[in-house]
């Protein structure tokens, strides 16, 4: 779709102020009144009017201003915007990830909704096995900013602090300089070698260990504010099922995508649009950072946030 550059000016007026956290239709008086825009009311309904025709804004009501459509929502992304250049293949900290979706959160009124690194890749540094109490060990895989999991494992019926450091040197030769997933099978092909004693919590922490590797962790950050801008009771479901719908819609594509929430296959979601970024570790893929926001919401300043992601790692 070619605009002639005033409609083009005019129609991204009308998704600025629209977009500005209040989502209030836009009058022409209003327009008129932009710094730069040097043209008078009469100018702009004419141009809105054309825009409207072109199925990218609609008034709701005789005199009542101009708001976007979804098809207007589409053309702005794709005109104004280069959001498939956004954050590609980004690779951020653990910390970094969480810190990103409260500020966007706080600042903004929004809820992001993160999938946690996947456990399988994350390599392990150390491994320690502490004396827990009467009857279990801790089990410590440390990565080299120690972070980790912890695993309690029932003790050997012949457990003495000798027999805890063996099993802890064992199992550093196992995970050495491994990720999770590549310790398990080690831990499973070298089972024969472990010290003797200790072949039953082994067994034991190896079935943990794989239940662990199969769980969906995400966080949701600022789900209270989506409740301000609808009036349904319905309570929305966020979180490793929204992630699955996410993933299963933006398979294989990078940078900032634009869903809206009539596309994704939970209800609910239908006054808003989900910013969702994919992120990596190790140039593996991990999972998704999603923004889920009311089409009302200050989007340029969000999306200016993604031009800046980069920065964040540093």
């Known amino acids: 779709m070619k605009l002639s550059p005033r409609d083009e000016q005019i129609f991204s007026a009308v998704m600025s102020l629209y977009c500005d956290g209040q989502g209030q239709p836009v009058a022409s008086s209003r327009i008129a009144k932009q710094k730069g825009m040097a043209v008078c009311s009469a100018t702009v309904r004419n141009a809105m009017a054309r825009l409207e025709k072109l199925g990218l804004l609609y008034s709701p009501h005789t005199s009542a201003g101009r708001i976007p459509t979804q098809q207007g929502f589409d053309f702005w992304f ?16 653990q910390k970094k990830l969480v810190e990103f979706a409260h500020h966007l959160a706080r600042r903004y009124k929004v809820c992001c909704c993160v999938g946690l690194p996947q456990v399988t890749t994350q390599w392990v540094f150390r491994v320690e096995v502490l004396d827990f109490d009467r009857t279990h060990w801790l089990v410590l895989l440390l990565d080299r900013q120690g972070q980790g999991h ?3 494992i029932t003790k050997p019926l012949e457990a003495n602090d000798d ?7 064992w199992l550093n030769s196992v995970f050495a300089q491994q ?4 310790g398990l099978h080690r831990m499973k092909a070298m089972s024969r070698t ?3 004693y200790c072949h039953g919590s082994l067994a034991q922490w190896t079935r943990e260990l794989g239940n662990k590797l199969g769980s969906d962790n995400s966080i949701v950050v600022g789900e209270n504010n989506l409740y301000a801008y609808t009036n349904s009771e319905q309570e929305l479901n966020i979180g490793a099922r929204f992630l699955h719908g996410i993933e299963d819609k933006l398979a294989f594509r990078n940078g900032v995508s634009v869903l809206f929430g009539d596309q994704l296959p939970l209800p609910g979601f239908e006054p808003f649009l989900v910013f969702s970024l994919a992120y990596f570790a ?18 340029e300043a969000i999306i200016q946030e993604f031009a800046q992601i980069e920065h964040l790692d540093s």
């Open 282 to 299: 190790n140039q593996e893929y991990q999972s998704r950072f999603c923004v889920i926001l009311p089409k009302s919401a200050p989007i």
């Open 163 to 169: 027999i805890r450091y063996q099993f802890a040197t």
């Open 179 to 182: 990720n999770l997933l590549e």
């Open 78 to 93: 794709d005109s104004y915007f280069h959001l498939d250049q956004l954050g590609q293949y980004w690779q951020p900290p």
């Open 194 to 196: 472990a010290p003797h």
């Open 150 to 152: 912890n695993i309690l």
